[in-house]
């Protein structure tokens, strides 16, 4: 079984500020990684996949970066609309897919 | 406009069954790989089951297996879950998603808004 762990479970941030989110993998993922943004209320998004491509649609300001077992998404400056749950999926393992348990990003 | 939007959610005992389905448009639903992800209230994600293009390979969930049966009808662009024997741990917000790359795996690019399905006891 392929374990994703995400962390910190929350995160409070200033807009304007920093974001790093970690996802890190029991065994290696390769690039096989994507990261989604889901707001209350809402159906996730796909910003990222295999490990660092922005989605259509994905603002600049969010880069995802890792292989094998570590894996980062960073927001570079938050904006209001960035507060939400993020999480990590791995699917080199196909077909066994794998989410994280989300990391929320809060206003501080 | 590439969009899927369920249906069928409700509120129903233990033990009982229930069908959900997901219509799509504005793409060719033929050539994707499609899954069931849900999610229980406050919880994170969880996958529950996926199909091929053409359905011959299914995959479920230990949590679901021998309970839900994936199926989907190209000629009419949907997607069904059939879920047997519901139980309380089943209650969540269920959305189907299509895997982005045609005729494979992997991440998921579009998805429902889901539906929600509760079962009491």
């Known amino acids: 079984e392929i374990v994703m762990t995400q962390s910190p479970a929350t995160l409070s941030v200033s807009p304007g500020d920093r974001a790093a989110l970690s996802c890190r993998a029991s065994q290696t993922v390769s690039s096989s990684l994507a990261w989604y943004q889901q707001k209350p209320g809402q159906a996730p998004r796909l910003l990222i996949y295999?490990?660092?491509t922005r989605a259509t649609g994905t603002p600049a300001r969010f880069s995802g970066s890792g292989s094998g077992t570590e894996f980062t998404l960073t927001i570079s400056s938050l904006q209001s609309e960035d507060f939400a749950v993020y999480y990590c999926q791995q699917y080199h393992h196909w077909p066994l897919l794998t989410f994280g348990g989300g990391t929320k990003v809060e206003i501080k | 406009q590439v969009q899927l939007v369920e249906s069928g959610g409700a509120l129903v005992k233990t033990g009982e069954s229930l069908r959900l389905s997901c219509a799509v448009s504005g793409f060719t639903f033929s050539d994707h790989y499609m899954a069931w992800i849900r999610q229980a209230p406050g919880k994170g994600l969880e996958w529950v089951s996926y199909t091929s293009n053409s359905g011959s390979t299914i995959y479920y969930a230990d949590s679901v297996k021998g309970r839900f049966t994936i199926s989907r009808d190209n000629a009419r662009n949907s997607l069904f879950l059939h879920m047997n024997n519901l139980r309380a741990d089943d209650s969540a917000v269920y959305f189907c998603?299509?895997?982005?790359?045609?005729?494979?795996?992997?991440?998921?690019?579009?998805w429902g808004k889901g539906a929600t399905v509760s079962v009491f006891s």
């Open positions: 998603a299509r895997f982005a790359a045609p005729g494979t795996g992997g991440h998921l690019d579009v």
């Open positions: 295999g490990a660092s």
